[in-house]
């Protein structure tokens, strides 16, 4: 059976924070417990994380290459929807 840990970014990988710079440039901050947990401890039990997220953000998809998270769905509004297409095709 596949283990599935499905998670939205902002306020579960971040602060819910999004920061502004004068030229319109944006920055997130992630929390490194969240990275290690994802990157090195959610292997050896064979889970696989997946993002699920309203919004669409490079600095997103950054951070998913770094951590090692394949499943990464940007700019969904139904995210119910969207899990249940995962778990079918799984």
Same mark, same amino acid.
């Given at each position: ?9 902002? *306020?579960?990988?971040?602060? *819910?924070?999004?920061?502004? *710079?004068? &030229? *319109?440039? %944006?920055? %997130?901050?992630?929390?490194? %417990?969240?990275?290690?947990? /994802? %990157? ?6 064979? /889970? ?6 309203? @919004? &669409?953000?490079?600095?997103?998809? &950054? ?11 940007? &700019?969904? @509004? ?5 899990? @249940? ?6």
């Amino acid at each position: 059976m596949i283990k599935f840990l499905v998670m939205d970014v902002d *306020g579960t990988l971040t602060d *819910g924070k999004i920061y502004m *710079g004068d &030229n *319109g440039e %944006k920055f %997130k901050v992630f929390d490194i %417990k969240d990275g290690y947990g /994802i %990157k090195d401890i959610l292997p050896q039990y064979g /889970i696989i994380p997946v993002i699920i997220t309203a @919004r &669409n953000s490079k600095i997103l998809l &950054n951070r998913c290459k770094e951590l090692g998270i394949g499943y990464v769905f940007q &700019n969904v @509004r139904e995210k119910q929807v969207k899990l @249940r297409e995962i778990i079918e095709f799984h």
